[in-house]
Structures are given as structure tokens and as C-alpha cells.
């Protein structure tokens, strides 16, 4: 298993521009999360799946996220309209829930809004 | 509710020191704990966790419940051992952790 997959690795975009981040969890596992990392907040929870119904958004700082899961194996987060603000590496992660409570992260995406 | 605090924001030690990451957690029942670590441009990777008692990369974790603290520690840190540290709960039957905001370590030569 290639682990956590996540597209795209960097994306630069202008404010006001949609950004769509994407994210492959590990096979079999039914639990996902997006993360925001800043050097300021550290690791902030966005919003957490399982099997495939978004369960805490709580997370989401504004309606500008947005978040889906349409099946098991594919989850995005996209933010409209983006803002310099924004700037962060997005995490997204999986887990096998119930008895395991390790997280699996994939390598992130690096976002920059001008 | 569920909180984890690393009071220390950096670190900075020299190669061949000990040293000892911190970690306090706030939970009512009982918590499974976690030390996560982040090498320069690299994913998030489980370190350890309290219920296995082990020593990973010479890093042990003690759960001490009547302090509330898994403090990362390590004899002898390594150049190598620089990256970010972060300390996570997790309670019960929550899938939801918690993580600490992070121990950025730098261990000079």
C-alpha cells in the first residue's frame, strides 16, 4: 500500500481563485481527517469522516470549506474563494477507528495563496 | 473535554544531551496517548504510542495519570532527532484525537 495519498503536493494560487485538494486514504480504513499546519496554530482538526459521513466539521473555520467524502476511497477539501490567510500545509489522514487509534498522514499540500 | 498542551514552543539542545519533550493532557477518563514526529518535508509518522511501553529510536514515553503527563525523553539526542514533535490524546471511544500544538526540536552538533 502506497499510504495516504494526496494531490496536489504544492499548489500556488491567487486570492479569489477555488482551490480543490484531494486525498486517498489507506485502503480498508474507514476513518478520515483533514488537518490545516501553520507555524503559528500548529495541527488543527478541520473535519473528520467515517465511513464517508462527515461526522465533526467543528473544525472548518469558515464557509468558504468545504469538505466531501462521495465514497471510501476519495475525500476533497475545497476552499472558495481562497485567501492569503489560507496559507497552510493540509494534512489529510486515515485510521482504522474503533480498536486503533493511529493515524496514518499523507504527505500534505502545501498551499500558497498570493 | 479532551486537551493536550506542549508547553514548550522549541527546543534547542546539543548532540549528545538529554533530553525530555513535554506533555500535558487534560481527560476525565482513560486516555490513550500518542508522540507523533514530522522530519524536515516529511508526512507525520507515529513515534510511539503509551500502551506499547516501547523504545523507538531511544525515545520512551511514560504515562504518569496522577501528573497527566507522557513527556517524550531521550539519553543522548542526535542530530537527527531534530524535527517537530507533537504529542496526541486520544479518549474512549472518540475516533477524534487531539493533538498538542508541537515541540519543534533542534539538536546542534
Known amino acids: 500500500d502506497a499510504g495516504v495519498i494526496q494531490s496536489p503536493r504544492h499548489e500556488v494560487t491567487e486570492m479569489g481563485q477555488e482551490v480543490t485538494l484531494r486525498c486517498k486514504p489507506i485502503?480498508?480504513?474507514?476513518?478520515l481527517f483533514w488537518y490545516r499546519q501553520t507555524m503559528m496554530r500548529g495541527l488543527e482538526l478541520l473535519i473528520y469522516?467515517?465511513?464517508?459521513?462527515?461526522?465533526?466539521d467543528s473544525g472548518m473555520p469558515e464557509d468558504r470549506f468545504s469538505a466531501k467524502m462521495p465514497n471510501a476511497s476519495f475525500s476533497t477539501l475545497k476552499i472558495q474563494p481562497s485567501e492569503p490567510r489560507d496559507s497552510a500545509v493540509y494534512f489529510c489522514?486515515?485510521?482504522?477507528?474503533?480498536?486503533?487509534?493511529?493515524?496514518?498522514f499523507g504527505p500534505g499540500t502545501r498551499l500558497t495563496v498570493l | 473535554a479532551q486537551r493536550v498542551t506542549q508547553p514548550e514552543k522549541l527546543l534547542s539542545v546539543f548532540k549528545g544531551a538529554p533530553v525530555e519533550l513535554k506533555c500535558n493532557y487534560s481527560?476525565?477518563?482513560?486516555?490513550?496517548l500518542f508522540w507523533y514526529v514530522q522530519y524536515s518535508r516529511q508526512r507525520l509518522q507515529l513515534l510511539l504510542r503509551?500502551?506499547s511501553r516501547e523504545s523507538i529510536k531511544g525515545f520512551t514515553a511514560d504515562l504518569n495519570k496522577g501528573e497527566t503527563s507522557f513527556h517524550l525523553k531521550k539519553p543522548f539526542a542526535q542530530e537527527e532527532d531534530s524535527a517537530m514533535y507533537y504529542c496526541?490524546?486520544?479518549?474512549?471511544?472518540?475516533?477524534?484525537?487531539?493533538f498538542g500544538r508541537g515541540t519543534s526540536l533542534i539538536v546542534h552538533p
Open positions: 469522516f467515517n465511513n464517508n459521513v462527515p461526522i465533526d
Open positions: 485502503s480498508g480504513h474507514n476513518s
Open positions: 496526541a490524546l486520544s479518549g474512549g471511544g472518540s475516533y477524534i484525537p487531539t
Open positions: 503509551h500502551i
Open positions: 481527560y476525565s477518563g482513560s486516555p490513550e
Open positions: 489522514a486515515s485510521s482504522l477507528g474503533s480498536l486503533v487509534h493511529e493515524q496514518f
